[in-house]
């Protein structure tokens, strides 16, 4: 009998992970990569693969020549599962992706980055980047006061600390995540339209999962930024201008993707 290659048994393993039913299908398409903070991971099957494929810190350390052979490596097994599944079912599919697709597909891409959405999402990304760097100031001076409130007893410190750190934790989570979501959920609503209506009709729209996704992110920005101006003495009104321009860019997201709010997140939005 033929002894199974490392692949072989690589394989395997992925395809039974795939096989039990523990791990909630999908549930990793539309969430917001934040495993610290889920409440799923035991029933996420990418959660699983990824503490296999990296069990410590430093085998996560993207400075490390075996975390980029790990993610090689991981890209070469779906690619073969993906053939071999589409194999059994007697698709050929093509080594590579046909010019005329490639094409289209990049020219989706430029289309979506030139939407205002897009572009705002962008320019929050970078602005919200370069309002740290400017407000580091402002940062230094609050700790001096909250440490000066600890030595002589007086407000809350502690919880104004907790409150500012916890805010920029999830504005720094989630800065360029809406940006990445949208593009997906811009880019993907192009791809959909080529199809068949028919086709798409009775399934949940990807394009409406990912603009939820990002939804959520722009929510929970607006939560923070609003807790990091009840915490910090910024006088410039600047938290107040990025508050504005994110209600804004909710606004727009919701015009554009109606149904993303309604749209079923595995796991997330379900009774389990
Ligand atoms: S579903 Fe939860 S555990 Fe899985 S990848 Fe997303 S955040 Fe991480």
Not at 9 to 21: F, G, V, Y
Not at 103 to 115: I, P
Not at 159 to 176: P, S
Not at 188 to 207: A, M, R, V, Y
């Amino acid at each position: 009998m033929k002894e199974k290659s490392g692949n072989d048994r690589d394989k395997n393993t992925l395809l039974s992970m795939a096989d039990n039913p523990n791990f909630i299908p999908g549930i990793y398409n539309y969430c917001d990569r934040w495993c610290e903070r889920c409440p799923f991971t035991l029933r996420c099957m990418v959660y699983a693969m990824e503490k296999e494929a990296f069990p410590d810190q430093k085998s996560r350390d993207i400075n490390n020549k075996e975390f980029w052979q790990k993610i090689q490596q991981s890209l070469v097994l779906s690619n073969e599962l993906l053939r071999d599944m589409a194999k059994a079912r007697g698709i050929d599919l093509p080594s590579v992706l046909p010019e005329e697709m490639a094409r289209k597909r990049r020219m989706h891409r430029k289309e979506a980055e030139q939407t205002p959405i897009a572009r705002q999402a962008r320019l929050y990304s970078i602005g919200t980047g370069e309002w740290f760097e400017r407000h580091e100031q402002l940062f230094k001076m609050t700790e001096e006061i909250l440490t000066k409130e600890a030595r002589l007893g007086i407000k809350e410190p502690e919880l104004t600390t907790v409150n500012i750190l916890e805010a920029v934790e999830v504005i720094r989570w989630y800065q360029d995540q809406i940006w990445v979501k949208l593009m997906r959920a811009l880019h993907g609503e192009d791809q959909e339209e080529e199809l068949d209506d028919d086709e798409l009709q009775d399934f949940p729209k990807d394009s409406d999962g990912s603009a939820k996704v990002a939804l959520i992110g722009i929510d929970r920005s607006i939560g923070a930024w609003t807790q990091l101006s009840e915490n910090l003495e910024d006088q410039s009104g600047s938290i107040l201008d990025i508050l504005a321009n994110l209600g804004v860019l909710r606004m727009k997201v919701e015009e554009r993707f109606p149904r993303a709010r309604s749209f079923v997140r595995p796991g997330f939005d379900q009774e389990i």
